[in-house]
């Protein structure tokens, strides 16, 4: 079992940036998980944000450019740097973590094995 959990939400204003972190712990060789952001806005689907392997990285489309997740494998925790935060990027934002299956990042959701319970971000205009 692997628990997860996101820390770093806030509100922020329209063009800041924020810092999310994702800690694991339990029966986790970190360095083998690959691993993820998720973010559910109200009344909206959950959607991929971004993933990382232990050597790739891999972003959707709305983020790129803007977001960048990193890992530190000594310290099981992954992060997610957001900047020129713009009110769509309001949502839940949650990490998840699949076991090490050699290949591209994962971007679907049914693709993860644990989840984190989420962070909030909310971005005012």
């Known amino acids: 079992q692997v628990q997860l959990v996101e820390s770093g939400g806030g509100l922020v204003q329209a063009g800041d940036s924020l810092t999310l972190s994702c800690a694991a712990s339990g029966r986790t060789f970190f360095s083998r998980l690959n691993m993820g952001w998720f973010r559910q806005a109200p009344g909206k689907e959950r959607e991929f944000v971004a993933a990382a392997t232990w050597s790739r990285d891999k972003y959707s489309d709305v983020v790129k450019g803007r977001f960048t997740i990193s890992r530190d494998n000594a310290k099981s925790t992954m992060y997610l740097q957001m900047n020129s935060l713009k009110p769509e990027d309001t949502a839940v934002y949650y990490c998840?973590?699949?076991?090490?299956?050699?290949?591209?990042?994962?971007?679907?959701?049914?693709?993860?094995?644990?989840w984190g319970q989420g962070t909030q971000v909310t971005v005012s205009s």
């Open positions: 998840a973590a699949a076991t090490g299956i050699p290949g591209p990042p994962p971007v679907v959701g049914g693709e993860y094995d644990y």
